[in-house]
């Protein structure tokens, strides 16, 4: 059992290391340079927040962290189309946008797109705080219960809408209009994955029909 749990932790902080590292690669290499200085601020918030996440949780709450590292099956027929998977341009872009000088992003918009992609992973961290079932798929386990307080009391997929905010003002962070494009694919990606938890929810997850009669908007406020 203890090596098990060691294991767990061990995983716990190899996982976001081996991610950052792949951001690295990912951000840098089309820059061909290491002097992309919008990617080392990207890439230092994302690497704090995200070790921050595996310190905080494994000593809080390692059976969110296990299951995320899990992979299983969604429990949904409705999956996205795998084009919707290209939104991932969007960290390739900018690396050569730097490059080849296609953009001219301003240093205040670099600086506040950088504080909103903050935010956006505050607001999934508080998710996490909030819903130790905040799985990676789609799913209903046992002893798994409605949400309703903390971001939830807002609305009813707060963690798409943490992501979907740092995805969509990542270009602006590192510096490139181009990189928007691709950014965008991630509404309608996110939006079908929505619908189809919401009807896995709906079908296996006791009171969350009332819980969507009660907390009317999935996403975003006054909006859907």
């Keep these: 059992m203890e090596d098990n749990v060691k294991f767990s932790k061990q995983k716990a902080f190899l996982v976001p290391v081996i991610i950052s590292v792949l951001l690295a690669l990912v951000l840098f290499a089309p820059a061909g340079s290491l002097r992309f200085w919008e990617a080392w601020v990207y890439w230092s918030g994302f690497t704090v927040l995200t070790l921050f996440i595996a310190v905080y949780f494994s000593k809080k709450d390692p059976k969110l962290l296990s299951r995320r590292m899990k992979y299983k099956e969604d429990e949904t027929t409705r ?37 909103v992609v903050f935010l956006g992973y ?41 992501l979907i905010t740092m995805i969509l003002f990542t270009p602006l962070a590192l510096g490139s209009y ?15 994955r929505i619908i189809g938890e919401e009807e896995v929810l709906l079908r296996g997850l006791a009171g969350y029909s009332d819980y969507c009669a009660k907390t009317r908007y999935r996403l975003v406020p006054f909006i859907w």
């Design 122 to 162: 505050i607001l999934i961290i508080f998710v996490f705080k909030e819903n130790s079932y905040a799985s990676t798929t789609i799913q209903v386990e046992k002893g798994q219960q409605v949400i309703t307080t903390g971001p939830y009391a807002i609305v009813r997929h707060p963690m798409y809408l943490g």
């Design 178 to 192: 181009w990189a928007i494009i691709p950014a965008l694919l991630c509404i309608p990606m996110n939006v079908i």
């Design 79 to 115: 999956k996205p189309p795998a084009f919707l998977n290209l939104f991932f341009l969007c960290y390739v872009i900018p690396g050569l946008d730097f490059r080849f000088h296609w953009s001219a992003v301003p240093l205040w918009l670099v600086i506040a797109a950088n504080a």
